[in-house]
């Protein structure tokens, strides 16, 4: 509210509130007879994360943590900001919250309530086990990329804010660079609240066979699924062609939209896992704990979409050389040591994944029936 005291162009008449008054306002002008006008004035959280991250926006020093230990799980912190950033911890006392950093906005909205359990570090930098680019991976063997003849359909599913929309642009550039044709159709919906966003990305070796940029009914050859949510809901199981269809899927799990104001949702994983495995190709499908290794590793759970890239690379699901992806993504211009040090760590993954679990000490503690949708789990 502060950005419109003393602004001599709002007309008479006019009220400015803070946006914690947005609900007294819209009950208030549903009374009024007439047309009425509410201008919500604010800056998407996805956007600001963008804007950060190229020095554009200001980066509050501020950072929020919740002690696990004296959390009581009761929601009030997502009552009050209705935050998609709090994210649930299972432990042996129940269900607790954390603030996942790599989406969180710094509106400091959570604290409003009346909770001990935060915990504000002024000043300090997030800490990863090795940092981006400094990750010491071996020497991978070549991939092979896979043999264009036709039409290839890629389905990329994910949530809003988190590089869904930069992984169809990065591969699609690459398959201009290797004077390919390719079509991108990017559904982003509710993006700006965590909702799924789908990129459909078609490849053939010559435009004239590009005649639909959007995958219809079971036209997916492969499916990316940077959030299992995503992957296992929707558009994503419409697209699948069962048992013919290769994915590449994060074994991470983030909260959905209605973990806010549902704070016992049951977000049972086998059971999507489960749904994807009956229509996988499980020959050419994999899992790959991509969140947890990019939390761990690069400091920023951003870098799983690109290690799922990496995983397809290097499984040869994808006609593109991993030389052009990772130019592709240099051409991007935005977190490009991270992003090319993420794509080798999906490749890792598929090469050795015991090893790169060892360095990032992530363990696998995934059930079996998630481990069946794919001969061998990864990491």
């Not at 003393?6 to 009950?27: K, M, N, T, Y």
């Not at 959905?256 to 495995?277: E, G, H, N």
Request: aromatic share 4%.
């Amino acid at each position: 509210i502060h950005k419109y005291a003393g602004q001599p162009r709002i007309p008479a008449g006019v009220d400015v509130h803070p946006r914690a008054a947005l609900g007294e306002v819209q009950e208030e002008l549903s009374e009024r007879p007439g047309v009425t006008v509410l201008i919500y004035d604010q800056v998407c959280a996805a956007e600001k994360r963008r804007r950060r991250k190229r020095g554009a926006y200001p980066d509050p020093q501020r950072r929020l943590f919740i002690n696990e230990q004296v959390c009581e799980g009761c929601g009030d912190c997502g009552d009050k900001s209705n935050c998609v950033s709090l994210q649930p911890v299972e432990t042996p006392f129940g269900r607790k919250r954390r603030i996942d950093q790599s989406s969180c906005n710094k509106d400091y909205s959570c604290v409003e309530g009346f909770c001990p359990s935060f915990v504000s570090v002024v000043g300090g930098r997030l800490r990863s086990r090795t940092g981006a680019g400094a990750v010491d991976i071996p020497d991978l063997p070549d991939a092979t990329p896979a043999q264009l003849d036709d039409v290839l359909s890629v389905l990329i599913a994910g949530v809003g804010g988190t590089g869904v929309v930069t992984i169809g642009a990065v591969l699609g550039m690459a398959a201009h660079m290797e004077g390919k044709a390719a079509s991108i159709m990017d559904v982003t919906g509710l993006s700006q609240k965590n909702g799924a966003v789908y990129s459909h990305l078609r490849l053939a070796p010559d435009p004239g066979r590009l005649r639909s940029a959007k995958i219809g009914r079971a036209g997916a050859d492969i499916l990316l699924g940077c959030d299992m949510v995503a992957a296992a809901t929707g558009e994503a199981l419409a697209a699948i062609r069962t048992e013919e269809t290769a994915m590449i899927i994060d074994a991470d799990v983030s909260a959905v939209a209605a973990f806010t104001f549902m704070p016992d949702i049951d977000m049972d994983v086998d059971v999507m896992a489960r749904r994807l495995q009956r229509v996988s190709d499980r020959d050419r499908s994999a899992m790959i704990n991509a969140s947890a290794l990019a939390r761990r590793l690069l400091g920023d759970s951003i870098g799983a979409n690109m290690m799922v890239v990496g995983a397809a690379l290097q499984l040869g699901l994808l006609p593109l050389s991993v030389r052009s992806v990772e130019e592709a993504a240099r051409l991007n211009g935005v977190a490009v040591d991270m992003n090319v040090t993420a794509l080798r760590l999906g490749r890792w993954a598929v090469v050795d994944p015991a090893a790169l679990a060892a360095v990032a000490g992530v363990e696998d503690d995934i059930d079996a029936p998630k481990e069946q949708l794919s001969t061998a789990y990864i990491a």
